[in-house]
């Protein structure tokens, strides 16, 4: 019992990244935006490639509701 009570308190004191934490600072760092007038391909492509992740997190997180 004594064991199980400090576990507990040890979990609740830890700074857990939960899911939708982490979407909301992938949302943050990698806004949806529209391509810049003048970048190049690569740069584009980049940041679609970026951003396709935090749709998808977006996405498997709502599947789950």
Do not use: C, H
Request: glycine share 4%; hydrophobic share 40%; charged share 20%.
């Amino acid at each position: 019992r004594s064991l199980n009570m400090q576990i507990q308190t040890s979990l609740s004191t830890l700074n857990v990244l939960t899911v939708e934490r982490l979407l909301a600072e992938l949302e943050e760092r990698f806004p949806l935006t529209n391509p810049q007038l003048g970048a190049d391909l690569n740069s584009i492509m980049y940041k679609a490639g970026q951003r396709s992740v935090v749709d998808w997190v977006a996405s498997r997180l709502s599947e789950g509701d």
